[in-house]
C-alpha cells in the first residue's frame, strides 16, 4: 500500500468519524454528554483538514473549483427555496 492511498483512508476515516461526532452531538442527551461529541468533533474537523492540507500540497487531492455561474445558480436556488 502506498502514502497516497493509506493518506486517502485517513481522511475517509476521518469525515466517517466527524459525522458520528456530529449526529452523536445533535442526539446528545444532557448538555454534558453534547459538549463532549463537540469536542470530539472539532478535533476530529481539525485532523481532517491536516490531512486535506497535506495531500493537497502532495497533489493527491485535488478538488474541482466551481465556475462562478454555477456558484450563482445554487445561490439562486436556495434563495428561493426559502
Known amino acids: ?6 493518506m486517502e483512508n485517513l481522511l475517509n476515516c476521518t ?3 466527524c459525522d458520528l ?11 454534558d454528554v453534547r459538549q ?4 470530539a468533533l472539532n478535533s476530529g474537523l481539525t485532523m481532517q483538514d491536516d490531512i ?12 474541482q473549483q466551481a465556475a462562478p ?5 445554487l445561490k439562486q436556488k436556495f434563495a428561493q427555496s426559502c
Open 1 to 6: 500500500m502506498d502514502d497516497k492511498t493509506i
Open 15 to 17: 469525515k466517517g468519524v
Open 21 to 31: 461526532y456530529m449526529h452523536g452531538a445533535i442526539e446528545s442527551p444532557t448538555p
Open 36 to 39: 463532549a461529541f463537540c469536542t
Open 52 to 63: 486535506y492540507n497535506q495531500m493537497t500540497q502532495k497533489g493527491w487531492y485535488q478538488p
Open 69 to 73: 455561474q454555477q456558484t450563482q445558480q
